[in-house]
């Protein structure tokens, strides 16, 4: 059973970058099957995507927050990141990382979440 | 492709049948699935494709619609069904949108 693990700081200062790793365990992120992403979730909102990348490193972003993020895969460790520059409050939320089926287009597999809250 | 969903919340008791609406503001054919969230955990996949059940899902959930209008129906709510429903769009990808979420609690 595939299982998604984030890891990073909770809290990060505002104007700098937020970065976040993701470990795969029970399955390989080469196996070609998934698409490796980032979700968001505000505190007491709704979900929104961020990004995703596939393991020969090609990726897509949200055009609302493309031009700050930068998600990066590394097969060796079997481990996908993401990094959101220039953070502000509004970036405050809990960041999810799941695997999207590549046939059908939806996440299947999910982290657990990790809060990260972006204040001084 | 914007997605809205109604009621944003319900009360409801068990054993009830519940039906959640998810409309997109364009067709996006069966391109529709859903998702149940738990307070503090992950969304889980419900039924994808408009009305695929994923496996394991108990098959009180239901999904149907095509085009602009989907719903996601529960013929009889459980205790462990209490949660947020979002419905999530994929034929715009490789953009990716989900809809405002349905709160489901008990009455």
């Known amino acids: 059973q595939v299982q998604l693990q984030e890891s990073g700081p909770g809290l990060v200062k505002p104007s700098q970058t937020l970065s976040l790793t993701c470990t795969v365990s029970g399955g390989s992120i080469s196996s070609g099957g998934y698409y490796w992403s980032w979700i968001r979730q505000h505190p007491g909102k709704g979900l929104e995507w961020i990004g995703y990348?596939?393991?020969?490193?090609?990726?897509y972003y949200n055009p609302s927050l493309k031009s700050r993020v930068t998600i990066s895969v590394d097969t060796s460790k079997n481990q996908f990141s993401l990094k959101l520059s220039s953070v502000t409050a509004a970036d405050t939320a809990v960041y999810y990382c799941a695997g999207m089926v590549r046939g059908v287009k939806v996440f299947d597999y999910w982290g657990q979440g990790t809060l990260v809250t972006v204040s001084s | 492709i914007q997605l809205t969903q109604s009621p944003s919340s319900l009360s409801a008791s068990v054993g009830d049948r519940v039906t959640i609406t998810c409309r997109a503001s364009?067709?996006?054919?069966?391109?529709l699935a859903w998702y149940q969230q738990k307070p503090g955990k992950a969304p889980k996949l419900l039924i994808y494709?408009?009305?695929t059940l994923q496996s394991g899902v108990p098959s009180r959930f239901s999904g149907s619609g095509s085009g602009t209008d989907f719903t996601l129906t529960i013929s009889s709510l459980q205790p462990e069904d209490f949660a947020t429903y979002y419905c999530q769009q994929l034929n715009s990808y490789p953009r990716i949108t989900f809809g405002p979420g349905t709160k489901v609690d008990i009455k």
């Open positions: 364009q067709g996006i054919s069966s391109y």
């Open positions: 494709a408009a009305s």
């Open positions: 990348i596939y393991y020969s490193g090609s990726t």
